[in-house]
Nanobody, 129 residues
Framework: QEQLVESGGGSVQAGGSLRLSCVDT????????MGWFRQSPGKEREGVAA????????LYAYSVKGRFTISRDNAAKTLFLQMDNLKPEDSAMYYC??????????????????????WGQGTQVNVFS
């Protein structure tokens, strides 16, 4: 069954870095727009970073801008999230998913609106002070 598989989470001290990966096991990147989301206990899921795969146009949540970088390897069908200068409030389960593309913009860009219901199992990030 085609699925999204996240990895790379772990426990790290505040100020440290982690690099998350999301592999699409389908034949191609099924969506031109992909994103990373996170959810911690008692909180709603929030968009963290999103990418228009076709042109590399990236969108970031204000809370992570300047610290996180989203990228992709199209040939490997892999989406990455480089997380630097991590803070305890970044602790959460991180998921990748396809998201809606915004074609009304030039160039097109991604959004934080999940597309469909195709989610991976997530990867846990714990940041301790």
């Amino acid at each position: 069954q085609e699925q999204l598989v996240e990895s790379g989470g772990g426990s790290v001290q505040a100020g440290g870095s982690l690099r998350l990966s999301c592999v699409d096991t389908g034949p191609t990147f099924r969506s031109y727009c992909m994103g990373w989301f996170r959810q911690s206990p008692g909180k709603e899921r929030e968009g963290v970073a999103a990418l228009y795969v076709g042109n590399g146009n990236a969108l970031y949540a204000y809370s992570v801008k300047g610290r996180f970088t989203i990228s992709r390897d199209n040939a490997a069908k892999t989406l990455f999230l480089q997380m630097d200068n991590l803070k305890p409030e970044d602790s959460a389960m991180y998921y990748c998913a396809a998201v809606d593309c915004r074609y009304e913009f030039t160039p097109p860009r991604a959004s934080f609106t999940p597309r469909g219901n195709r989610w991976g199992q997530g990867t846990q990030v714990n940041v301790f002070s």
